[in-house]
């Protein structure tokens, strides 16, 4: 039998950010470390080891990255100041002339960084549906960087991460899977052969839409890669404040629960805008009607993420007309947030379809959010 005492549950673990307190007063809060720099004493050694100056030395961010790290259940971690910081850091890594196998339709942002980039620096950049295997496997060239998201913003498409990790190897690329829409605690991509982790934790890891960060763990933290991560964000300085780091951590605390409660809701309201007159289609892995619902099935455990996203019957009109009328629902862009949000991508991506709405479902009571979409629907 398992012994409980020494091995502490995620929620365990994260409900008391591992056991962090303040050395000094004994708080059960891990104190907000604002200095920049570090006494040495008179032999000029550092006064506390581990503690010279904070683009390194922070143990916040050391902290996060650790919890962070554990979920993933992976070597190491790091802390970016943005999902977007991450991104790039990851990016830079490839040198010039080089490629990049990227999967089309994921988060804008990334997918209009990455082109800039590779354009700036002669990378070919190849993009395609990776979750239509046989396309992806046709369209792949030998490359640095397999990249996926899954599941993706806004489509909800997901991608099988071992047949990528199969085709990686082949091609003598690094598999890099952004999983900000399912969270490190429902999906442990390096479990499936991923190499590295990605995440925006602006998102449900933070939960509380106060915070921008970043995050990236590997599989291999001696790899020449993770170590070219590790010197870029050090040397080129992309670190996380103090303050980001203290609130990230207050808000993982009660990251399994509140990603517990979302997954519920979002599938509820899956299911009723699926018979809803007024849907034309939803897109949610945890749907059986949906695609990718038996590969999410097994790369998913306890639920399918809060992000969700549907199309109204009728036109763009139709769709402004829904989101006008939605009350609890706020109209902003995010997601992973405990207050659920709605968002016409369409307004800012125009390749999106103009009838789609893409929801982040979050910790309200479900009855409330389920009357909120009706009066909208109406
Ligand atoms: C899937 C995904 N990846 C990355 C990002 C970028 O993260 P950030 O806004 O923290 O830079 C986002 C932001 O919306 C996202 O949705």
Redesign the pocket.
Known sequence: MTDRKNTPSLDTLFAQANGAIDPQTGGVVPPLQSATTFVRDEDYNPLSPNHVYARDDNDLTRLGEEMLAQAEHAEDGLLLP????A?ATVMRTVPNGGRIIMQSG??W??TKWTRDFCARRDIDLIEVDCSDLKALQEAAKPAQILWI?TPS?PYLKTVDIAACSTLARELGATLVV?S??ASPVISQPLDHGADIVMH????GINGHSDV???FLACKDAQSTLWQSLKTDRHDAGAVMGSFEAWLLIRGMRTLPLRMERMCTNALVIAKHLEQHPQVETVLYPGLDSNPGHEIASRQMTGGFGSLLSFRVKGSRENALKVVGKMGLFKRAT??GGVESLVEHRHTIEDTVPDNLLRLSIGIENIADLIADLNQSLT
């Open positions: 943005s999902g977007m910081a991104i994921i988060y942002g990334a998201e913003n952004d900000t829409a925006s934790a602006t998102k921008l960060a970043g995010s997601l």
